[in-house]
């Protein structure tokens, strides 16, 4: 049995468009209504929602097989948590908060087998079909995505650096915190915070790395996406609920409740 490709980590290579999703309702049965939606990707979120070890394992297991890559943010750069979604199956990740160079290194080096990393080696694991794939240990890192997310203007200012490090598949803007970094809270859409953004993705495409981000308006994740951007996530479960439930009680009664 041989490890499966990674369409996503071969389409930031090749420069191909990849429209996400955010997922966040924590449910595999959430995750399977998105799933026939054929989103390029889907990001399963344990930084900002309340997902464990084993509701992140069912959600994966709702995109398996899918044309949908299931990405996870784990809740912080720690090799611990990063040892033990690559061994329950993740084959992408996005790391929060990333602010140095250093901070990068350790976010790869979580991701690779010594002597080029420090995760722990398990020959039966969830992620090689219990010692089922043959090519596992051999082909990981090749189709492994590890996506870095840029949340400060201080590691926007380091972003090119970053990006050099070797095992870094591409670098994704977080606008929420970058517009509260700038005094900005609440405002991810502001001007000022899309000024800064646009001028270190601009660089960091100039070079050949992949971008992207998380936007909530149709419209803008087209322009990014035609202005350049690699992936973009265009919205989550949980709005579409929220957008979808406040919308059919209004249709009903359009008084709003207290």
């Given amino acids: 049995m041989k490890l499966a490709i990674n369409s996503f980590t071969h389409a930031l290579r090749s420069g191909k468009k990849q429209v996400g999703i955010w997922i966040s309702l924590c449910s595999p049965f959430a995750a399977q209504v998105v799933e026939p939606s054929g989103y390029d990707w889907a990001l399963l979120d344990m930084e900002h ?14 995109f398996k ?24 199956g993740a084959m992408a ?6 602010q140095s160079v250093e901070e990068a290194k350790s976010a790869v080096a979580a991701t690779r087998y010594p002597p080029r990393g420090i995760r722990g080696v398990s020959g039966s694991t969830r992620a090689n079909k219990f010692g089922r794939v043959t090519d596992y240990f051999k082909r990981f890192e090749d189709e492994l995505a590890v996506l870095l997310q840029l949340e400060t203007l201080s590691a926007i200012e380091k972003a090119e650096e970053i990006a050099d490090v070797d095992g870094v598949t591409g670098i994704f803007f977080g606008p929420a915190d970058i517009a509260a970094d700038m005094g900005l809270l609440g405002q991810p859409t502001a001007p000022e915070v899309w000024e800064v953004i646009r001028e270190c993705a601009g660089k960091l495409m100039a070079k050949g790395v992949p971008v992207g981000t998380l936007v909530f308006d149709p419209k803008f994740a087209n322009e990014l996406l035609e202005s350049g951007f ?7 479960d949980i709005s579409l609920l929220t957008k979808g439930a406040d919308a059919l009680r209004r249709e009903i009664d359009p008084t709003p409740k207290d």
Wanted: net charge negative; charged share 15%; no cysteine.
């Fill in 49 to 62: 929602a309340p997902n464990d070890l084993v509701t992140v394992m069912g959600q994966l297991e709702a």
């Fill in 65 to 88: 097989g899918s044309s949908t890559t299931a990405i996870v943010r784990p809740p912080w750069n720690d090799s611990v948590a990063v040892k033990r979604l690559l061994d329950t």
């Fill in 93 to 98: 990740l996005l790391f929060p908060m990333i």
């Fill in 230 to 236: 690699t992936f973009v996530a265009v919205g989550s």
